[in-house]
């Protein structure tokens, strides 16, 4: 009889523990995998370098890496340049253009960017400021004093900037004597400096010269202006002429349109009279001004990158699942504190980056706790676009992204002995309690076969 009820004990503790085995539940449980490890890459003008990848990852978060290059080498040899805006004056400016701006609104503030932009690239630039028109005083009229020297060369950018201003508050001509302008800047180089740039900016053709010829759009004046942009092309001087908003209307005394009168004066943009011509609407005042003509001037010398920003767009399903936060603040400039929920995106500026020198930033994507179950086993790319852009002119875009994926995985779990409440429990006590029905069975036949013998 012991040793029955010895079984029947061995045999009940071995039922106990295989249903702590058996007891399980299906449990889910998220996987996060990257499946588009590719690198975002974007050279910006001649020696900037950023690049976006992935650095790291686990089950549950992702961390990317931001960096920008510059990979210039620092030039021995520095050349120093002088440049002269020379800027028109006449009535013809206040011409309305738009609901809200006049063509001298647009002209004088793109002069004032390019201007911003000049310095920023190269603090030792030089620059000065002319405007020209005609003189009230008529006996002046047709000399080199229809031109006006506003500023002086000089290396501080608010100098300039209020010298351009200024400009509004001068006397604004009725005629236009471009040939002053050109000879007033011409005969205020220092002479000392490896490169000299005249920056014509006009809205007219000119019908005054400075040998006394005034009010005329004839051969004479025409051609006194051409022949002073050849001169200063033979001189050596890098000139850069921008006509803009001239009408196709014929002018009557000479019976030749003002397209057909500008063309005699300046040529045409494929094959100008002198340097480089643009020939344009008012409506690309600002982008031919700020963007071409800085890119036609060198920026010998100096290899260094200023204010470049970087804008990060994300997905709204990246905001919308994951959490963002920065493992390190940037070794260089400053970044946004969070996305910006306007833009879904971040913006890192870095003021200036010198030959060799190198900016970077991580961040961190973690899945959310309340995740949209949607986006699982889609792929999703981290970033919807990188958009940099410099003083130097640079606006370049990628939309080239890693990609990550969340799946769900279905696993059996094993819960503990003692279990808690709820349906797992009664699966439990069901379990335990055939254990103990089907010992106790054992128990009456063998006690019944033992009444037998």
């Known amino acids: ?90 009535l013809s400016l206040n011409e309305e253009v738009s609901d809200t701006e006049k063509r001298k ?74 040939e002053a302008g050109l000879e007033l800047a011409n005969t205020n180089f220092s002479g000392t400096a490896d490169k000299e740039y005249i920056i ?55 019976g030749k349109t003002f397209v057909e009168l500008a063309e005699e004066v300046f040529g045409t943009e494929d094959a100008p009279t002198a340097g480089k011509y643009y020939f344009i609407s008012d409506a690309n005042i600002k982008n031919i001004v700020e963007n071409n003509v800085f890119n036609d001037v060198e920026i010998s010398g100096s290899t260094k990158l200023t204010n470049i920003v970087i804008k990060d767009y994300f997905p709204k399903k990246i905001i919308d699942n994951f959490n963002f936060a920065y493992v390190a603040s940037p070794n260089l400039g400053d970044v946004s504190a969070e996305i910006d929920k306007t833009t879904n995106s971040i913006t890192w500026t870095i003021p200036s980056l010198d030959a060799g020198e190198s900016a970077s930033l991580q961040y961190k994507l973690t899945l959310k706790d309340n995740f949209n179950k949607d986006i699982l086993g889609e792929i999703l790319p981290t970033n919807e676009k990188v ?10 875009t990628s939309t080239v992204s890693p990609k990550v994926r969340v799946t769900e995985d279905n696993t059996i779990v094993p819960q503990p002995v003692i279990p ?5 429990d009664i699966l439990f006590i069901g379990i335990a309690a055939l254990s103990i029905l089907s010992g106790f069975g054992i128990y009456k036949y063998i006690k019944y076969k033992n009444s037998m013998s």
């Open 1 to 90: 009889m012991k040793k029955t009820m010895k079984f029947i004990v061995i045999f009940l503790a071995f039922m106990l523990v295989f249903t702590n085995f058996v007891y399980a539940e299906l449990s889910s449980k998220t996987h996060f995998e990257v499946v588009d490890k590719s690198i975002c890459n974007i050279p910006f003008g001649e020696n900037g370098k950023f690049t976006k990848q992935i650095v790291s990852y686990d089950q549950s978060s992702v961390t990317l890496q931001l960096d920008v290059e510059n990979t210039a080498e620092e030039k021995i040899e520095k050349t120093t340049s002088e440049i002269f805006l020379v800027i028109d004056n006449s």
């Open 105 to 178: 609104d647009l002209i004088y503030n793109s002069a004032k960017q390019l201007a911003t932009k000049l310095h920023a690239s190269d603090p030792e630039f030089k620059i000065g400021v002319i405007c020209f028109s005609s003189n009230a005083d008529v006996k002046k009229e047709g000399t080199i004093e229809d031109a006006t020297l506003m500023q002086t060369l000089t290396t501080e950018n608010s100098d300039v900037l209020k010298a351009i201003e200024d400009i509004n508050d001068t006397d604004f001509g009725s005629r236009t004597n471009i």
């Open 200 to 254: 014509l900016i006009s809205d007219g053709v000119p019908n005054d010269d400075i040998h006394g010829n005034t009010l005329q759009y004839s051969e004479t004046v025409l051609g006194n202006t051409k022949k002073k942009l050849v001169e200063l092309d033979n001189k050596g001087v890098k000139l850069i002429s921008v006509l803009a908003g001239v009408s196709n209307t014929v002018e009557p005394t000479v």
């Open 387 to 396: 958009n940099i852009t410099d003083d130097q002119g640079d606006d370049e």
């Open 420 to 424: 808690q409440t709820g349906t797992s």
